[in-house]
């Protein structure tokens, strides 16, 4: 999905809870536009887990008044072993 929108020269945002690994995405996805033929795409990686209230109000506050004309959420949490539920540190 961020790499169709990256081809299609939007600004994308990756929002990820892990910044090494928003880094690499970031880096394949800069390295497909190279090769495509966009020398300048708009990839930024900022750091956000949904399931910690401090970091959703951390990204909040970078993020700002800027508009935001997409959201895509492209994460779940499945559990298949039959363990017990819990809960985030945030309840």
């Keep these: 999905t961020a790499g169709a929108l990256v081809a299609r ?14 880094d690499r995405l970031k880096e394949e996805l800069l390295a497909e536009a190279a090769a495509a033929g966009d020398a300048s795409p708009h990839i930024e990686v900022q750091l956000l887990d949904v399931a910690d209230l401090t970091s959703v ?12 004309h997409v959201l895509i959420n492209n994460a779940g949490v499945f559990n298949f072993s039959g363990a017990a539920w819990g809960a985030t540190r945030d309840g």
């Design 9 to 22: 020269r939007a600004h994308v945002v990756l929002a990820c809870r892990s910044q090494q690994r928003g």
């Design 57 to 68: 109000r951390a990204f909040a506050e970078r993020w700002g008044e800027r508009p935001l």
